[in-house]
C-alpha cells in the first residue's frame, strides 16, 4: 500500500515541480541551472513513471526483494530531497522554491512512513538499505542531467523538423 501512496506523492511533488521549476530557475542564479519547461517536464515524466514501476514491481515480488530495496532507496532519495534542495533552498534563497509545499505536505510524512513501517514489518532491512539507499539517490541524481539532456535534444529535433 505504501508504495502506491509513494508514488502518488512523487507525482504530486513532480507535478508542482513541473509547473513552477522553469521558470524559478531561469532567475536563481547559482542556485539550480536553467531548465526549459519541456526537458524539465520530461525528466520528471520518467522519474514519475520510476515510482510507480517500482511500486508496482514491489506490490508483486514482495518483502527483502530488489524491487523493495529500490523503492525504499527511491523513498530515501525523496526524503533527502524534501530537505535537500527544498527547504534549503526556500532559506537560503528567502523565497519559496517549487516543490517545497507538497515535499513538506506528502513527501515527507509518505517516505518517512515507508521506511519505518518497511522496518518494522521486516519488508527492508537497515543494513541492506544503507547501501541501497545512497547508491538509489546516485543512480537517480546521475540520470537527471542525462534526463535533461535528452529532453534538450527532442526540443531541438522538434524545432528542426
Known sequence: MFGWLFAFAVTLHNVEEAILLPK???RT???HAPVGE???RLAVAVLTLL???VAYL???QGPQTVAAYALAGYALTMLLNVFFPHVLATIVLREYAPG???ALLFNLPVCSALLYVGVQDGYINVEK???FGPASAAVILASIPILFLIGRKLVGAVKHS
Open 129 to 131: 538499505l544503507a547501501w
Open 29 to 31: 542564479g547559482r542556485w
Open 51 to 53: 515510482a510507480y514501476g
Open 58 to 60: 514491489c506490490s508483486i
Open 24 to 26: 524559478w530557475s531561469m
Open 100 to 102: 517545497t509545499a507538497t
Open 38 to 40: 519541456l526537458e524539465f
